[in-house]
DNA sequence: ATTACTAGTTTACGAGTAA
DNA sequence: TTTACTCGTAAACTAGTAA
């Protein structure tokens, strides 16, 4: 925490700057650039450009030579990466990629699943949609952080939609399946089984949920504590 | 100019939340989030997330339908075509694209080209990096308008870099040379030429400079104010 | 022409509160 | 729990000036 003089934060506007920077080439080597030209390209006054070309001088994300009549700047490795994280996030957005994988230890849930997956309404669809009648109860994973902190990019795949349905007490809510493949950190897989999403779920769980044809957990002789990586697709 | 409430303009801020949006995959249909959530996504009070989705409902990015617990978000085509927006441009900046048109006409340099192609020290590296010897001069074109405003895509193309160097007088700049093909609007086109951008120019200039191994306007019967497309390809 | 400081104003923020 | 108000404060903006 060195006394930096001021707001050294590279917020969304910050990254505008680099940006438009990097269509000028500015990530591939210096490119000449004046605060004139930034603050029309961005719709900012010069004053605020010059503050925000500070910022990112500060954070570290371009070099800057300052010459006469403007500036060559070039972006720093920091500056590039930072831009190639936006840029991931609209790829997962756009290209509806084909696989995520996501790591976890084999837990055991709290049985609820196991209720669920064999009720009527559900089941019927299980049948229909996925093509197979689960094994009556479900394989849970634990993410780790990391793959935890991917688990929203589920939601940009092509899922399998299972629609609410209700009896004469209550109605039960729907959920989203993605195929998946699950394969065991000592070498096998299974293949045809589904990460189910319901869609009314806590958001902040890092609980996986899978279900399957068969046992999962009895073909890849899986225990609590087991390190898995879950292969989705999608559908 | 309606007299709407507040500021419902459409920032980086705003986009940011957008993009989060997406990311659950708002843009593919409802998607059920909480303020909390996003603002702990982004790192920013519930209030501002409130704010911002009001912004964005304002101006049409987005549909909500609120319910107790919680929001069902859509993204709107606006949204979407915005997201999509500053996908293009992290494509441009990231995909090296294969090609770029710029139109303009043919237009009479100062002379300097012819002066600079003949120094010896870049027409060793034209040699060596480009695979032949530059007719002593450059073909110059005025670019469009429109053009102008593309040319900055160039420095998302790969290069051929021509190095700096000195005698011993003085010190000879720089300059980036990519892959181009000139075609004259009467039909006939160039291949083989190069545009070559000079590092230490200025910005604010519409001219486009090519060489090429033979002179591109005797090649194609060009005359000043002739219009062409100059077809630049990357590295 | 630039860039960047200081000063004054506006805008955006987050805490608290209500529904 | 939510979402969205009000309100006092803090941050960011633009205008003007200097280098």
New binding site residues.
Partial sequence: MAGNGA?L?V?F?ELAVLKVLALEGAHRGEVK????DLAADLD?????V?????ALEGADCLDRE?V????FVTLSEDGVGRLKAEYEDYRRIFEAKGTVTLDGQITTGMGEGRHYVTLPGYNVQFEEKLGYDPYPGTLNVTLSAASNRERSILGSLEGITITEWEDEERTYGGATCYPATVEADTGPTFEGAHVIVPHRTHHDTDELELIAPERVRDELGLLDGDEVSVHVESA
Avoid: K, N, P
Wanted: glycine share 18%; aromatic share 0%.
């Fill in positions: 707001s934060e917020g506007d650039i004046s605060g004139g900012v006054s010069t004053q605020t010059s503050r925000r070309l500070q300052q006469a009549d403007g500036q």
